[in-house]
């Protein structure tokens, strides 16, 4: 089965620059999907298609994918974006897959 | 106003069955790909099924294969998810969430309904 892998947390102080790594095998052939979800509440899609941003989520929010890693980026971080974090691919044997999720904790 | 809204979670004995809805509204659900997705207390998210948009096509995670099944009716909006042979790892918030058949991605999500198996 695939599997993304992802940090369990990464630390970032506020305004600065946070990055989130989703690891797969060959990921960047893959199109990658990015979900940032509030404690209790549903997902919301903040990245498509490895780069894409759905309307109304900020342009401080940018994603890449190459090789084996993806990146989502989140730049001027904000307490507000103090959340978690989950990649997803969709993979032709496990079909829809998440990562294990990222807690960023802004300092 | 693009919505999704599970509704059908409960508290229910080992073994027992359950069968989960999803009402979509503000859009053409038949444009839409449509999966459950559940999430245990404190842990990530678990994908557990997938129709496609004329119901062609679907797919189970091996945790539900034989005892879940997926189905939906374009006519009246909906989605569904009968849970059968329910075990206590099945204990959730369980989302079903939309992708664009044009876009790829789940821009749409319910709030979730809550599923308890306990004896």
């Known amino acids: 089965s695939y599997e993304l892998t992802q940090p369990p947390s990464v630390s970032v102080g506020l305004g600065q620059t946070a990055r989130i790594t989703c690891g797969g095998s060959n990921i960047g052939g893959k199109n990658v999907y990015w979900y940032q979800q509030k404690p209790g509440q549903a997902p919301v899609l903040v990245i498509y298609k490895d780069s894409k941003r759905p309307s109304g989520i900020p342009e401080r929010f940018s994603g890449s994918n190459s090789g084996n890693t993806a990146t989502l980026t989140i730049t001027r971080v904000q307490a507000g974006d103090d959340l978690d974090y989950y990649c997803?691919?969709?993979?032709?044997?496990?079909?829809?897959?998440f990562g294990g999720g990222t807690r960023l904790t802004v300092l | 106003q693009v919505q999704l809204e599970e509704s059908g979670g409960a508290w229910v004995k080992p073994g027992g069955s359950l069968r989960l809805s999803c009402a979509a509204s503000g859009f053409t659900f038949s444009d839409y790909y449509v999966s459950w997705i559940r999430q245990a207390p404190g842990k990530g998210l678990e994908w557990i099924s997938y129709i496609s948009s004329s119901s062609s096509t679907i797919y189970y995670a091996d945790s539900v294969k034989g005892r879940f099944t997926i189905s939906r009716d374009n006519a009246k909006n909906s989605l569904f998810l009968q849970m059968n042979s329910l075990r206590a790892e099945d204990t959730a918030l369980y989302f079903c969430a939309g992708e664009p058949v044009v876009q790829g991605g789940l821009h749409v999500w319910g709030r979730g309904t809550t599923v308890t198996v306990s004896s």
């Open positions: 997803q691919v969709w993979d032709s044997k496990s079909y829809v897959v």
